[in-house]
């Protein structure tokens, strides 16, 4: 599902069924105790305060926020007040297998797509440091991911993603642009009310 004039960039990789079905069970399992402790909320845009089309959470010592003031990361919850959970050991090993010359991650983003959900092209760029890589996992409905360079507007590539799917962008990708198009409704047995799960492994802070 690529266009063949659209480069895929350096440092991109794409790691088909890395999580096999019992340890996406797992993970799932894992993700309802935290999202107790830490309940999805809806994040809006900086200054229009328009709404996202995901629901999202974080685990980790910090989490990643989007509101009125702007795009950022904090220790806290915004409605709770309380510290994010602790990061699942499944995911801490995901990032030493893929990443074992990184610093620890310091932030897991749980993203929650109903099937009308998109997430346009972005750049992961609010961290301190992208010598690290972005570390994606996938759960549930399978998505069309597109990604492109690293500047906007540029030629992009789109690949279908099905649960217990790895996505690490490092190196030259690092800043590629990225971004959800669509969601495949029904494609999964995973959740139990369909949707998709997207966890994001980050580093934040320069060591």
């Known amino acids: 599902m690529t266009d063949g004039n659209s480069p895929i960039p350096n440092g991109l990789k ?8 019992a340890a996406q069970s797992e ?3 894992a993700l309802r105790g935290i999202l107790k402790d830490a309940p999805l909320f ?5 200054r229009t305060g328009k709404a996202f089309s995901v629901r999202m959470s974080n685990c980790g010592p910090l989490g990643w926020v989007s509101d009125i003031k702007g795009y950022r990361y904090q220790a ?3 409605e709770t007040g309380t510290p994010w959970p602790a990061m699942p050991k499944a995911l ?3 990032w030493h297998d893929v990443a ?3 610093p620890e991650t310091e932030a897991c983003l749980i993203n929650f797509y109903e099937t ?3 997430m346009g092209l972005h750049q992961d760029k609010d961290e301190e440091t992208f010598d690290a890589p972005v570390v994606s996992v996938s759960l549930g409905d399978t998505a069309t991911f597109r990604v492109g360079g690293t500047t906007r507007g540029g030629k992009t590539s789109s690949f279908r993603l099905a649960s217990g799917d790895v996505v690490v962008l490092g190196g030259a990708a690092r800043l590629a642009y990225h971004g959800i198009d669509r969601i495949f409704s029904g494609s999964s047995t995973l959740l139990k009310n369909g949707g998709r799960i997207n966890l ?6 320069k060591c």
């Open 14 to 21: 794409i790691l088909p069924g890395y999580f096999d079905k």
């Open 27 to 29: 993970l799932v399992e």
């Open 42 to 46: 809806r994040p809006v845009m900086p």
């Open 76 to 78: 806290i919850h915004p």
């Open 92 to 94: 801490m090993d995901l």
């Open 100 to 102: 074992p010359e990184a």
């Open 116 to 118: 009308n959900a998109k």
């Open 200 to 205: 994001t492994l980050r580093r934040v802070t």
